[in-house]
């Protein structure tokens, strides 16, 4: 007889999650900020800290980067564009256990634009108040942002880390 463990849906707490992110600014410095998370779930399977599937939304119009200036232009058609696309989303489409958590691939739309992104995932507490810290590197060309007279001074590169704590239902 095959017994299967029943999984939870566990609810992202808003509240409690982070993303910030650090890209390289005029080859010197790095301007780092924060994106909130508006929600999410983690469909996690009883007795485990591996989920089975992920999905999140982030909040880019409240974007944060220490510099009030900075994060008006960054609202704009030639960066994000939150007018047009207020919200960022990430849905998992693979999730492998590694030795302190796991890695997960999955799919995050920013700016219109949809693409393949890769995270390493610590995953600490226990089955029943699991918390996420992740890390990823996005390609800021990747998601089609038009060329500003600034983009040669930026990095490429955007690492993002992640804190992820979650709801009972």
């Not at 696309?85 to 990430?90: A, D, G, I, S, V």
């Not at 691939?105 to 810290?133: C, K, N």
């Amino acid at each position: 007889m095959l017994h299967f463990a029943l999984a939870t849906l566990l609810a992202i707490d808003p509240v409690k999650s982070k993303v910030e992110f650090s890209v390289a600014h005029i080859f010197v410095e790095h301007v780092v900020g924060t994106v909130p998370v508006i929600s999410g779930s983690i469909d996690l399977p009883a007795g485990t800290l591996v989920p089975t599937s992920v999905s999140a939304v982030l909040d880019p119009t409240k974007m944060k980067t220490g510099e009030v200036d900075r994060d008006g232009v960054m609202q704009t058609p030639e960066w994000f564009d939150t007018k047009k696309f207020p919200t960022w989303t990430f849905t998992s489409t693979k999730i492998t256990p590694a030795p302190k958590g796991f890695t997960m691939d999955g799919l995050l739309t920013m700016h219109g634009v949809t693409q393949p992104e890769h995270l390493v995932v610590v995953a600490s507490g226990d089955p029943q108040h699991p918390v996420y810290h992740a890390t990823c590197q996005i390609d800021r060309h990747a998601f089609d942002m038009s060329v500003t007279r600034l983009d040669p001074v930026i990095g490429g590169t955007v690492d993002v880390t992640l804190d992820i704590y979650v709801t009972q239902p």
